[in-house]
């Protein structure tokens, strides 16, 4: 371990030696994750955990399962939800909770006709134009 390494992780050194190999090393890459970030991705990261550090467990679970999910869909999909994800952190506060609301008080069957639409929409963005 290089210093810095040590000094970050010297919390632990009482323990060290007695945690299990695998805890060791995903502490240690933790570690090393966060000496090579700049200090606003610190920043970010600290903000994140704060959130997360708020949830409920049953909350935290969720999106344990939900980030699980997530990083089973091929990656064409997941490049969909992150473009989906900042398609809707670019509207308003109040065109969100009216998408919300929209999509809550949906049926079934709406949500299906809603998710739909969009995939239609999604491949008419993606297609090329006609040529003559």
């Known amino acids: 371990m290089t210093p810095e390494e040590q000094k970050a992780l010297n919390r ?10 695998e805890r060791q090393q995903k502490l240690l890459r933790g570690t090393r994750r966060w ?31 939900r980030w699980h999910k997530y ?12 473009e989906n994800y900042h398609r809707f952190k670019k509207l308003t506060p109040e065109q969100r909770q009216r998408l919300r609301e929209r999509w809550q008080n949906a049926t079934p069957e709406e949500r299906q006709r809603m998710l739909e639409r969009r995939r239609q929409r999604q491949e008419r963005h993606q297609r090329p134009p006609d040529q003559d």
């Open 71 to 82: 990083r089973d869909l091929p990656p064409e999909q997941r490049e969909r939800v992150r």
């Open 35 to 65: 000496l090579a970030m700049t200090p606003e991705q610190r920043q970010r990261a600290q903000e994140r955990y704060s959130r997360w550090k708020e949830l409920t467990p049953e909350q935290q679970e969720l999106a344990r399962k």
């Open 12 to 21: 632990y050194s009482a323990n060290w030696n007695s945690l299990p190999a």
